[in-house]
């Protein structure tokens, strides 16, 4: 007789045990556990766990050991027509490569999606599997998007055996789905949409990517904590994974890669959304700067890098009175911790005082800093907006700030330097230390050294 037997695996790493528990001892994750049944004991169980362990450690086939100074093959890459996701991607699509586009419900990732498989198909064929929208929905996006391609192909499908069924007969260079989440694998007993139908029918399309050289583009959704929905193994088993992110009100739309293995994680596209979709921006610094006040305390333009790119925004603070007995303290799109830690230094160094105002630090563009470079500039604003002096609309500041108000480096001076310059920036406050090691300055520009956050004070009179 076949006995059934039940374990119990983490949702997100993948630990098995007998009996169900509350927390996982493996990753300390609550509540992860879900229910596996399978009909022959031991071997079935082993057998999944051997199929795993393969999935992780990627099956080569026969191999000889080669000299790494030739004969090694170069990637296979096509552009995706979007430079700005060649990118982010380490210099376009790889062919037999598995890429996971992960971000929170309409931030984008289909319109973009549409838009991409419009351009690889102009030289590859291109099937692109919906579990979410019907084939109208489809048609009209791409309508609007004005896609239309003779190699374009649409399939509304969530058995994963199915898809690849009909891809088999297609035979496309390029398979877009979307979503994995809404994809199983008829085989499996568990329920549709569970951890283990997207690990298994995930599995199944990357071992497609993996036998025929068949590029693979997997749609995944954010859960409410940021983490893609769905076990951690799946970001494993990937290639490269990138992050869409950006408010959803604003039409900002930045790409991160998280993981590569065909390139760098520094580097990020940057999109805009339109009524024609997805945007590329090759100058963000200027659109971010594009509405920008004269003449308003509280602002301070800020140079950081992402990745290789110098990127120029604004932070703005605005401090009130409060009306609260502990005053409120708020910022987007920068670390609250940096905010509250600026705040301390600025108020013991300059004693300037903050406890009775409310405290409100923002990111124009919907952007997201985590430079400590930014420092400078986010004291700057604060100073301003304290005292109501604005700071002059051709100055930028950039620095990490210590505990003691010292300015400390920050990388790539030059590069910001230039960046600054070409955006009319005439007046640069920047470290000391850097400023010394400057070796070219721009036509026009006036390099401010700052030693302390002392010095920021006099930047602000005109
Ligand atoms: P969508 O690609 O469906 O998001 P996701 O697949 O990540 O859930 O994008 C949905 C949003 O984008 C929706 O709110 C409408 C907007 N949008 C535009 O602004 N312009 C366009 O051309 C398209 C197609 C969508
Ligand atoms: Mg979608």
Redesign the pocket.
């Known amino acids: 007789m076949i006995k059934k037997k039940t374990i119990y695996v983490c949702k997100s790493c993948d630990y098995q045990t007998s009996q169900w528990l509350g927390k996982c001892p493996s990753c300390g994750a609550w509540n992860s556990f879900e229910e596996e049944t399978y009909d022959d004991d031991k071997a079935a169980a082993a057998d999944k766990k051997s199929v795993r362990r393969t999935l992780l450690a990627r099956d080569f086939g026969e191999s000889e050991p080669m000299l790494l100074s030739e004969n090694v093959p170069d990637y296979l890459r096509s552009s995706t027509g979007m430079g700005e996701f060649d990118r982010v991607l380490g210099g376009g699509l790889v062919s037999g490569s598995v890429v996971l586009l992960s971000g929170e419900?309409g931030i984008g990732?289909?319109?973009l999606l549409l838009q991409i498989c419009h351009s690889l198909s102009q030289t590859k064929k291109v099937l692109y599997v919906s579990g979410?929208?019907s084939a109208a929905q489809i048609a009209m996006r791409a309508k609007r998007l004005g896609v239309r391609s003779e190699s374009l192909w649409v399939l509304t499908e969530t058995d994963a055996s199915k898809v690849l069924e009909k891809a088999d007969k297609l035979s496309p260079d390029v398979i877009v789905v979307?979503?994995i989440q809404t994809m199983y694998h008829s085989e499996s007993a568990t329920i549709p949409g569970s951890i283990t139908q997207i690990r298994e029918s995930s599995a199944m399309f990357i071992n497609r990517a993996k036998t025929d050289g068949t590029a693979v583009l997997l749609?995944g959704h954010v859960n409410k904590e940021g983490g893609i929905a769905g076990p951690k193994i799946l970001e494993h088993m990937v290639d490269t994974v990138l992050y869409f992110e950006g408010e959803r009100r604003q039409n900002f739309r930045l790409i991160r890669a998280m993981k590569n293995r065909f390139g760098s994680t520094n580097e990020i596209g940057v999109f805009e959304m339109t009524d024609k979709g997805l945007r590329e921006v090759e100058n963000p610094s200027e659109m971010l700067l594009s509405d920008r006040p004269k003449n308003v305390p509280g602002n301070c333009a800020v140079c950081v890098m992402e990745g290789t790119r110098p990127l120029i925004a604004e932070i703005q603070a605005l401090t009130s009175p409060t009306v609260f007995p502990s005053p409120r303290r708020m910022s987007t799109g920068i670390d609250y911790g940096r905010v509250s830690l600026i705040i301390a230094v600025i108020e013991k160094r300059l004693g300037l005082a903050f406890q009775a105002h409310d405290v409100y630090v923002n990111v124009i563009g919907g952007i997201k800093i985590d430079e400590t470079a930014s420092d400078a500039a986010m004291a700057m604003a604060l100073i301003s907006s304290v005292r109501e002096l604005a700071v002059p609309d051709d100055l930028i500041a950039f620095g990490e700030i210590g505990l003691s108000g010292e300015v400390r480096t920050v990388s790539r001076v030059e590069q910001r330097v230039a960046e600054a310059a070409r955006l009319g920036f005439t007046r640069i406050a920047i470290p000391r230390r850097c400023a010394e090691r400057l070796d070219k300055i721009p036509d026009g520009v006036k390099i401010f050294p700052i030693n302390t956050v002392f010095d920021l004070l006099p930047l602000m009179a005109k």
């Open positions: 419900p990732k289909s319109t979410e929208e979307d979503s749609v």
